[in-house]
């Protein structure tokens, strides 16, 4: 606030800051006064930076009187001051105008007070309508109280701002915390993981060693029989001059030498075809274990990768959020600061794009790979249908299928040898029928660890009776099938072949499946 005059401060004054023009030119014209205008007026008195000037009429017409509105502040007030010191200099001031009684036809100026205001007249009028009396010294009391007022909203502002800002910080630091735990979580269970990874290649290379050192042993027990033989035909050799007869059954016991010879050279060439084999079995097993290896930890690593994408993407979004709400103006390197965290965030951003399009590509391998291994599995279905192997710990197994041979030792359990297979049969009959039927669904869901699952629902009515009359036994080789049938073939509802370990009760994995077959080719080549 701009420091007044001593002799102005208990002046009333009107405000807004207006000063009063008389004796302005007029004319009768038309059968009226006429003046000039506001604006040639405002032009005039330029000098002065009027807002606006405003002429007053009434019913004749222009009444020689004009309002000079100046601005609200202090400098308004001054200019206005110096509207009035400048008529008052020139000799056309208040007093003049009521001192003289040949006014002439110049304009007097002063500025507008209390006189002004009460007067009666257009002047007194406008004034009282548009302004009020005030002193400067209220003038400045008021401005002072609004600027204490405005002090102390913002002061009120400030805090608030610096609360929520330590409130966003403690947050922020939280959650830094946190994500630091997560990350060294995510370190140990990854370490963890690369260290059975390793263990588990350790066995699968001690496994195919023990293969090719037990292919070694095999070669060199066959090299040394051959020498054996070799050895036996040259003593035959010096033998056979000894006698006639004994000739002859030398030749006959070198011609099943050399026929047991020529079996051996074959049983050779077969056990190089079987190793040869085997060795692209293995080799061929290790490239593959090894690509499911590399997948998994390409996986694994993007999956970290995505991650910690997320951790640091959030870091940067609650360090911009902090630097947004920082207090007081914002200087050059507050703004280059957020522009910096901004453009980090929008890098990072776009890195999360290319990874999330990258997953999206090896989904669609990975669920290649699975149709692939599904049509393996398919394919050595439908050649163990072919094979006839006799009980084994591998094989085909029906799912959802009832066992006839346990439904009948379940029955004879409870009614004598000859209705047991009677009733067995029967039995197991209605029950396939009842598990085929589609409309029967005696099943319930459960949500388990956040997912939903479907289990059987101990108050169905047909299991229930079932339970009654025939017992446990019974009823759990149904709810078995059940069980299956649900698990394989929901909506269908027949069963379907399965390749299963006998030996262990589950679902047999392509790597058991296959050492089977070689096994059983083994066998089928050692009786040939």
């Known amino acids: 606030m701009e420091p007044q005059p001593l002799g102005n401060r208990d002046d009333q004054f009107v405000w807004p800051w207006m000063g009063v023009l008389v004796n302005v030119p007029t004319e009768w014209k038309n059968g009226r ?20 000037v405003i002429p007053l009429w009434n019913y004749r017409g222009h009444t020689g009187n004009a309002i000079v509105e ?45 006189e002004d205001h009460i007067c009666h007249g257009p002047i007194g009028d406008y004034l009282q309508k548009n302004g009020d009396l005030k002193t400067v010294s209220d003038l400045e009391s008021e401005g002072a109280r609004k600027t204490d007022k405005l002090v102390a909203d913002l002061a009120g502002a400030i805090e608030v701002k610096n609360r929520h800002v330590q409130e966003l910080e403690v947050k922020c630091n939280e959650t830094t915390a946190l994500l630091d735990r997560m990350m060294d979580q995510r370190e140990q269970l990854l370490q963890k993981y690369n260290k059975e990874i390793r263990e588990l290649q350790q066995i699968a290379r001690r496994h195919s060693q023990r293969i090719i050192n037990e292919n070694e042993e095999l070669r060199s027990q066959l090299e040394s029989k051959m020498q054996e033989l070799d050895l036996r035909s040259k003593e035959l050799d010096q033998l056979a001059s000894q006698s006639d007869s004994d000739r002859r059954n030398l030749e006959q016991e070198k011609e099943k030498n050399k026929l047991k010879t020529k079996h051996l050279k074959m049983a050779t060439l077969e056990q190089q075809k ?57 200087d050059s390197e507050s703004k280059k600061k957020i522009e910096e965290l901004s453009e980090e965030l929008q890098e990072k951003l776009d890195e999360m794009d290319a990874m999330e399009s990258l997953n999206q590509t090896l989904v669609i391998k990975e669920r290649k790979s699975n149709d692939e291994l599904q049509h393996a599995r398919k394919e050595l279905i439908d050649g163990f249908k072919e094979l006839a192997v006799g009980r084994a710990n591998i094989g085909i197994k029906r799912m959802g299928e009832l066992d006839p041979k346990a439904f009948a030792n379940a029955c004879k359990k409870r009614t004598s040898k000859a209705d047991a297979e009677v009733m067995a049969a029967l039995l197991c009959s209605k029950w396939e029928d009842e598990i085929r039927d589609s409309n029967w669904h005696p099943f319930r869901v459960v949500v388990v660890d956040g997912k939903e699952r479907e289990v059987l629902s101990e108050n169905d009515e047909k299991l229930r009776e079932l339970k009654e009359e025939h017992g446990e036994e019974v009823y759990a080789l149904v709810t078995k099938a059940l069980l299956e049938i649900n698990e394989y073939n929901p909506s269908g509802r027949y069963p379907v072949p399965e390749l299963w370990n006998f030996k262990e009760g589950r679902k047999a994995t392509l790597k058991e499946v296959v050492q089977h077959v070689i096994k059983q080719w083994r066998t089928h080549k050692r009786k040939r």
């Open 33 to 52: 006064q006429v003046g000039e205008s506001g604006n040639r007026l405002k032009e005039q008195l330029s000098r002065f930076c009027p807002q606006k």
């Open 70 to 114: 100046f601005a609200k502040d202090w400098s308004g007030f001054k200019n206005a001051l110096a509207f009035e010191n400048h008529f008052e200099a020139e000799g056309y001031g208040k007093r003049d105008w009521k001192g003289k009684k040949h006014r002439g036809s110049e304009m007097f100026g002063w500025v507008a007070r209390a």
């Open 274 to 330: 079987a190793d040869e084999n085997v060795l692209k079995l293995v080799e061929e097993q290790k490239r593959e274990k090894q690509a499911a290896l590399d997948k998994i930890l390409k996986l694994e690593q993007q999956l970290n990768a995505k991650q910690k994408l997320e951790l640091e993407i959030q870091q940067l979004q609650g360090k911009l959020e902090v630097m947004k709400h920082m207090p007081g103006e914002e």
